[in-house]
């Protein structure tokens, strides 16, 4: 395990605190997820400044986010997916999304917390789509509202790092 020097001006009392915030929100776990190595040679990508909100406590798609591509190679690689926007929920909300893979499949990580009431500020999420079988897919970006009050989206970049 690194230790990180312990700086005077801040101490590591507020790093213990962080690490308790965390352990509070999040188990930690000796696995991870998925683990592997990803070989992407194309990457096709998506912009967009349409504004979208939502209050559906299930997910829906967010506008322009919908990416083609064809999965080269000759058996099952994974496939990247990197995501950011301006985003906000109303008081009391928390924005959850996710990358999904043909209409049926959560890249992961899935259903995550992406912003709570807070102002809106640029949000970021990388997911990883692994065993991607070799054709022809799609991914959507979705999001929905925890508990029903609106949710909103603005300016957003969707990135698919993937063979060709």
């Given at each position: 395990m690194k230790t990180l020097p312990c700086n005077s001006r801040f101490g590591m009392a507020p790093l213990a605190g962080a690490v308790l915030l965390l352990w509070g929100l999040s188990p930690l776990s000796a696995e991870p997820l998925?683990?592997?190595?990803c070989v992407a040679t194309a990457t096709k990508y998506k912009v967009s400044a349409?504004?979208?909100q939502t209050?559906?406590?299930?997910?829906?798609e967010v506008a322009e986010t919908t990416i083609a591509f064809t999965q080269g190679g000759s058996s099952k690689s994974c496939v990247i997916?990197?995501?950011s926007a301006q985003a906000t929920a109303e008081q009391n909300t928390v924005m959850y999304v996710r990358?999904?893979?043909?209409g049926n499949t959560d890249c992961l990580p899935n259903d995550n917390l992406f912003v709570?009431?807070?102002p809106t500020a640029d949000h970021a999420m990388n997911y990883v789509c692994p065993n991607v079988a070799p054709g022809n897919h799609s991914i959507k970006i979705q999001f929905r509202s925890n508990s029903g009050p609106t949710v909103h989206m603005n300016r957003r970049t969707t990135l698919v790092h993937y063979v060709k």
């Open positions: 998925a683990a592997g190595t349409l504004l979208h209050n559906s406590t299930t997910f829906v997916v990197s995501f990358a999904r893979l043909d709570g009431p807070s």
